[in-house]
């Protein structure tokens, strides 16, 4: 009798736990950028990213964590608007803070990094708890949503907790100062984290040499720091980023037949497949990591 009320209360736990997950919704779809190239490379990466998922019919959401003059916020010019942080505080609605631009998806901002960090640091848990809610918020209500992040020198890496449990994605370069950023920024995570699996995404090379960069950056990650990387795949340097981004248009848009556009999209279609609502669930499997070309 003994192990059948164990079985039971069992049970009832599973099915209690199980009401709780129908009711709270899907998880958020939400994949954090950290970057160890400069940081315009990331903002153009995100803002061609975006504008692929959004040409593929998916709805797109941008978040500049990064609270910073250079994230992907400033670059579209939606900088000085309300943030999530005057949100959080009541001080205006969610739908003042999200805009719409003509690349196809959304965009807000956190709020400026001096601003973030005294609320984090002066304003008390209730602050930071609210601001974390708004996010998660914002987040349950949009498709996929991509935050341009940054790691905080001191403290929580990030300012709300779902950007640390969120897919989190390493954008690297085939230089060796790059390289060495990104694993310095990877052993950084491991040890405020705890052991997670990090995607890799290089770009400025071609697929051979992106396949060098994550080889090398795979075996030393899973040597010395028990870590998994899993390859997202590679976008070439290409001229026309630069020609699109003067024009204020994405690469896939002003020049689709691009090299950078070809791998755009074909990195964003894979999102599309393997991303899931939970963590972890599908874009990191375990086992051998998969290369993506571009």
């Known amino acids: 009798m003994k192990h059948a009320g164990c079985a039971l209360a069992n049970f009832d736990f599973d099915q209690a736990e199980g009401l709780r997950r129908m009711l709270a919704g899907p ?29 593929g019919g998916n709805e797109v959401l941008l978040v500049d964590a990064s609270g910073s003059s250079d994230g992907v916020a400033s670059r579209l010019g939606l900088a000085h608007g309300a943030s999530l942080l005057d949100v959080a505080r009541q001080q205006c609605g969610l739908n003042q803070v999200i805009h719409q631009v003509p690349q196809g998806f959304g965009v807000a901002h956190m709020g400026a990094r001096n601003h973030l960090m005294d609320s984090m640091d002066y304003a008390g848990d209730d602050d930071t ?24 020198e001191q403290g929580d890496c990030f300012p709300v907790p779902l950007m640390a449990s969120s897919d989190i994605v390493v954008q690297v370069s085939n230089s060796a100062t790059s390289i060495k950023a990104a694993y310095c920024l990877i052993k950084r995570l491991n040890q405020e984290l705890g052991r997670r699996p990090f995607g890799i995404l290089v770009t400025g090379a071609s697929e051979t040499e992106a396949k060098v960069v994550y080889d090398n950056m795979a075996q030393a990650a899973s040597r010395y720091l028990a870590v998994k990387l899993t390859s997202m795949g590679s976008v070439p340097a290409d001229e026309y980023l630069h020609r699109a981004a003067r024009l204020g248009r994405s690469v896939v848009d002003a020049f689709p037949l691009a090299g950078a556009s070809v791998a755009f999209r074909g990195l964003a279609e894979r999102l599309v497949r393997s991303a899931a609502p939970v963590l972890g669930s599908t874009l990191y499997q375990t086992g051998s990591a998969h290369h993506f070309s571009a």
């Open 129 to 152: 708890r609210r601001l974390g809610k708004t996010f998660e918020v914002m987040a349950r209500q949009s498709g996929i949503v991509l935050v341009d992040g940054v790691v905080a």
């Open 27 to 55: 998880q958020p779809r939400v994949m954090t950028f950290l970057s160890a190239t400069p940081q315009d490379d990331k903002g153009a990466m995100l803002v061609n990213l975006g504008a692929s998922l959004a040409y």
